[in-house]
C-alpha cells in the first residue's frame, strides 16, 4: 500500500494519474468525504460522497480504515474500498492528508508514504487560485494547513518535489516500481 500525501494544490492527483498510466498493477482507493461536489465531479470517481450523519454512521460502524477532518469536512478511507481493489490483485495508492495519512501508518505500518511537496508557498497558491474551486478564505486556510503539513515532510519514507509534473511523476513512479520489485 502507497500513501501520497502533500498540501492541497500540491499535484498529488496529477502525479498519481500519472504514475498510474504507467503502473498498470495499481489502483487509487476512492476516498469519503463530506465535501459538497465540485463542478465536473461523480461520485464514486472522484471521492464518496455522503452527508455528515452517514460519515458519522460509517465511523461508529468501524468501516473506515481512518478517518480526519481537513478544512471543515470529513475525509475518510472505507476498507471496504482497500478491499475490493485487493481483491482484483492490485496494489492500492491513497491521496490523502497529513493527518490521514499518519493514522494509516499507525495501523499499516508497512506501507510505503511519499509526500508531495510544491516549489514554495507562493506557488502553491496559485495553484489554489488557478483552479478557481475555492474561495479566498478557503485558500487562506488550506495554505495555513500547508505550512503544517509541509513542516512534517521529514515523516515520510520518499520526499517528491512537484517543480516540474513530468520529472516528478517519473519520481513516483519509480517509487512505486523500487518498492514493488
Known amino acids: 500500500m502507497f500513501v501520497v500525501?502533500?498540501?492541497?494544490?500540491?499535484?498529488?492527483?496529477?502525479?498519481?494519474?500519472?504514475?498510474?498510466?504507467?503502473?498498470?498493477?495499481?489502483?487509487?482507493?476512492?476516498?469519503?468525504?463530506?465535501?459538497?461536489r465540485r463542478p465536473g465531479e461523480a461520485d464514486g470517481r472522484e471521492y464518496h460522497f455522503m452527508s455528515r450523519a452517514e460519515f458519522a454512521r460509517l465511523v461508529e460502524a468501524g468501516a473506515f480504515l481512518e478517518h480526519a477532518e481537513f478544512a471543515g469536512n470529513r475525509y475518510g478511507t472505507l476498507s471496504s474500498e482497500l478491499d475490493r481493489i485487493m481483491e482484483t490483485g492490485r496494489s492500492v495508492i491513497l491521496e490523502i492528508e497529513l493527518q490521514g495519512a499518519r493514522n494509516v501508518r499507525r495501523v499499516r505500518?508497512?506501507?510505503?508514504?511519499?509526500?508531495?511537496?510544491?516549489?514554495?508557498?507562493?506557488?502553491?497558491?496559485?495553484?489554489?487560485?488557478?483552479?478557481?474551486?475555492?474561495?479566498?478564505?478557503?485558500?487562506?486556510?488550506?495554505?495555513?494547513?500547508?505550512?503544517?503539513?509541509?513542516?512534517?515532510?521529514?515523516?515520510?519514507?520518499?520526499?517528491?518535489?512537484?517543480?516540474?509534473?513530468?520529472?516528478?511523476?517519473?519520481?513516483?513512479?519509480?517509487?512505486?516500481?523500487?518498492?514493488?520489485?
Not at 502533500?6 to 468525504?33: E, F, Q, Y
Not at 478557503?138 to 515532510?153: H, S
Open 109 to 181: 505500518p508497512d506501507c510505503v508514504s511519499v509526500f508531495i511537496e510544491p516549489p514554495s508557498l507562493d506557488e502553491l497558491a496559485r495553484r489554489l487560485r488557478a483552479r478557481a474551486t475555492d474561495a479566498e478564505e478557503e485558500i487562506a486556510a488550506r495554505l495555513e494547513v500547508a505550512r503544517t503539513e509541509m513542516a512534517a515532510r521529514d515523516e515520510f519514507d520518499h520526499l517528491i518535489l512537484n517543480d516540474r509534473a513530468d520529472r516528478a511523476t517519473a519520481a513516483l513512479v519509480s517509487i512505486i516500481e523500487a518498492e514493488t520489485a
Open 5 to 36: 500525501s502533500g498540501p492541497s494544490g500540491a499535484g498529488k492527483g496529477t502525479l498519481i494519474r500519472g504514475a498510474l498510466s504507467r503502473t498498470p498493477d495499481m489502483a487509487v482507493a476512492v476516498s469519503a468525504t463530506t465535501r459538497a
